[in-house]
């Protein structure tokens, strides 16, 4: 019979990423309804002293397949791995990361499974049967659909970065590490990796800051915003307007096309908040919004609201600061 919670946890280049720490994070909620075990998934290659990371972060067992022919994220082997712990230990939930390589493997595995997947979801449930409700936005962001899986196990979904809240880690945690060894079909190998050449890195990575100032289309001067960020040691972001009007990165957009963000404090200028850009910020600690029209949905969700011009605001905070 089908059980347990199992998290297929992303490394890159040896290092357990956080996006395979928020689905642990969720996976420990949903298995205190079933008293479920939450297993990890660690693949790689000489990676598995990080097993016990996981432990900390809220895993029972942490299945480790360490192998050379993982050393380099390649579909086919990801995937037999991941089919062959599937197929051994018949799990009742798979979550991965909606990662690009979460978004690559997941599909694969739920063919060869023949069971269902819901991509990109932002929350998860489960009742005391255990089954699994996941949410995501569906329509162009205008609604949420939440979908089950009834009838085919395991249930899969990847999870959208950044969405979830991974737990602290606790040292103390104790739970059991299993290495699996894999009978590799290596005719299936057809891909294999000569080369990597990494992509410079975004100036701005707006999912680590602690303070982002946040533009919409009511920012007329970006200088001031950039200004104010410099001072308080924050990060500018926007929404998708000032991206698509070519004044912004999209490596700086916040919401449902852009980023994910939950920093300490939002400070919304000029945003109007619609649903596509609260999807990427709503679960920020404080929110800020600054606007003129004093009906704008931003306030809806803003701890501090101000009626103002943008332009008077970051003039005032600059002098001030
Ligand atoms: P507007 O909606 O034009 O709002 C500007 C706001 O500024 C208004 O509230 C106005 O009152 C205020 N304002 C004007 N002048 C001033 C001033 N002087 N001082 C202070 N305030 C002022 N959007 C995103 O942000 N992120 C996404 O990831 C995203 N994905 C999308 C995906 C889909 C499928 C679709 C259909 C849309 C998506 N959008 C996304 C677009 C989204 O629907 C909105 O169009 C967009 O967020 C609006 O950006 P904005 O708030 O900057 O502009």
């Not at 990423?17 to 290659?45: C, D, I, S, W, Y």
């Not at 022919?69 to 991941?82: G, I, M, R």
């Not at 969405?163 to 891909?191: H, P, S, Y």
Request: a negative charge; aromatic letters at 6%.
């Amino acid at each position: 019979m089908a059980k347990n919670i199992w998290v297929f946890c992303e490394q890159r280049d040896g290092e357990v990423q956080n996006v395979a720490l928020e689905p642990l994070g969720v996976a420990r909620e949903l298995a205190e309804k079933t008293g479920e075990k939450v297993n990890a998934m660690l693949l790689g290659h000489n990676v598995t002293d990080k097993a016990k990371s996981l432990i900390a972060h809220g895993a029972d067992g942490v299945y480790v397949v360490d192998d050379a022919n993982l050393e380099k994220f390649v579909t086919e082997p990801y995937a037999q791995a991941v089919t062959h712990i599937a197929k051994k230990y018949e799990p009742n939930v798979i979550l991965f990361g909606a990662t690009s390589i979460g978004r690559d493997l997941a599909p694969r595995l739920s063919a060869r499974l023949k069971t269902g997947l819901t991509a990109d979801c932002t929350k998860l449930e489960m009742d005391e049967e255990g089954n699994l409700f996941m949410t995501r936005p569906a329509f162009g962001g205008n609604l949420f659909a939440t979908i089950i899986c009834p009838d085919h196990r395991p249930q899969m979904s990847t999870v959208r970065p950044g969405v979830m809240k991974k737990l602290d880690a606790d040292e103390a945690r104790q739970g059991e590490i299993v290495v699996e060894n894999i009978e590799w079909n290596t005719a299936k190998f057809a891909v294999e990796v000569l080369e990597e050449v990494k992509a410079e890195k975004a100036e701005a990575n707006i999912e680590d800051a602690k303070i982002l100032v946040s533009c919409g289309r009511g920012v007329k001067n970006l200088e001031s915003a950039h200004e104010l960020a410099g001072k308080i040691k924050g990060t500018v972001s926007s929404s998708r307007t000032l991206v698509d009007l070519g004044l912004m990165d999209h490596a700086r957009q916040v919401g449902q096309t852009g980023k994910t963000v939950r920093p300490e404090a939002y400070l919304a200028f000029g945003i109007s908040g619609a649903i596509q850009h609260l999807a990427g910020m709503e679960e920020s600690e404080f929110i800020v919004a600054v606007n003129t029209d004093k009906n704008a949905p931003i306030f809806k969700v803003a701890n501090l609201g101000i009626v103002a011009d943008a332009e008077a605001v970051f003039k005032n905070l600059n002098k001030m600061l």
